[in-house]
């Protein structure tokens, strides 16, 4: 039987990612500073052959919805951005986070309803725009790829919607939280057709997971 293929991400979930599948008895020989980005593996016991894929967490999706990946593990965040039509059957309780609105100290009274010309820097235009139109709030998105922080500190936004843990960064640069949007942790994801036709292989998996990996 041919293995299931993981896409698992690069950066910060990484870690937890291949750690919970090496609870599950594969070693998932991949880290952040690893060259090699395909791994096949079968547990010591010969039982679950897996293919691991490192790529970047916004490909996760990607690579899982046209099914490079019968399976992913991705931040919520970087899957509501994405808008990918894939199964989402397990939270994983890792990589909690929040996806805020920030500012300056200024801004904490502003009626933003009331202000125009708005400009929101933030890595998450579609989940910005969809944020701000629910408020009834016109404004422009600044799609930035890193470093939002600087964006009100130099005039290129007036307000950013980033992901914080504990929003030390967001207070280092002076910025405040203005209001929270919406929690994310890390989930894992299947590909719609895979899920169908290989649904014994994931559903073992899946309960793996749900027991901690015990057969």
């Not at 904490?108 to 969809?130: E, I, Q, W």
């Not at 950013?160 to 994310?184: A, F, K, M, P, S």
């Given at each position: ?134 408020q009834g709030i016109s404004v422009e998105t600044i799609p930035l790829s ?70």
């Amino acid at each position: 039987m041919d293995p299931l293929t993981v896409a698992l991400p690069k950066g910060r979930l990484l870690d937890a990612a291949a750690d919970l599948f090496r609870r599950l008895g594969w070693r998932c020989d991949l880290g952040n500073g690893s060259r090699q980005l395909l791994v096949t593996e079968t547990r010591p016991d010969g039982d679950g052959a897996m293919r691991f894929l490192l790529v970047k967490p916004a490909d996760v999706p990607v690579y899982v919805e046209y099914g490079a990946a019968d399976l992913g593990i991705v931040g919520q965040d970087v899957l509501w951005e994405s808008g990918r039509d894939v199964y989402e059957p397990l939270h994983l309780g890792f990589g909690r986070c929040r996806l805020v609105l920030a500012g300056t100290p200024a801004q904490r009274d502003r009626d933003l309803r009331l202000a125009t010309g708005l400009r929101v820097a933030t890595k998450y235009p579609h989940l910005t725009r969809s944020f701000f139109q629910e408020q009834g709030i016109s404004v422009e998105t600044i799609p930035l790829s890193g470093s939002i922080e600087l964006a009100p500190l130099v005039g290129l936004a007036d307000l950013v919607v980033d992901v914080v843990e504990t929003g030390r960064t967001l207070r280092e640069n002076g910025l405040i939280i203005l209001d929270e949007i919406v929690h994310c942790q890390a989930t894992l994801i299947v590909n719609r057709v895979a899920y169908r036709l290989r649904l014994p292989q994931i559903r073992r998996l899946l309960a793996r997971f749900s027991t901690g990996g015990a057969p």
